[in-house]
């Protein structure tokens, strides 16, 4: 019995390249998803004001009350304020 190394090689060869095709189409996508996500947020925390209803990262629902440089004061139930970082809030509404 007689191994091919040659055919062996190339056909090595040839899976890697097309596995690295692959992985470039998939690390373009990923990064474009990324990008659209990141200025999605951008928006959200920039667009925070006093009586904005908001949903933190943990699922918690409040309403904006007062807002400082990096923090936001939220009243999650009536006379419950807590101050939380900007960057926790993952969604946003207007407020009454």
Request: aromatic share 0%; charged share 25%; glycine share 10%.
């Given at each position: 019995m007689n191994i091919n190394w040659e055919v062996i090689a190339w056909t090595c060869i040839t899976l890697a390249v097309i596995m690295g095709i692959f992985a470039l189409i998939l690390g373009f996508i990923s990064a474009k998803n990324m990008r659209?996500?990141?200025e999605q947020m951008r928006e959200i925390h920039t667009g925070l004001a006093i009586g904005s209803q908001v949903m933190f990262a943990g699922g918690l629902y409040g309403r904006v009350v007062g807002i400082e440089e990096d923090?936001?004061?939220?009243?999650i139930a009536k006379g419950t304020v807590i101050k939380i970082d900007r960057y926790a809030v993952q969604g946003i509404?207007?407020?009454k």
């Open positions: 659209a996500r990141r923090t936001l004061n939220v009243e509404s207007q407020g």
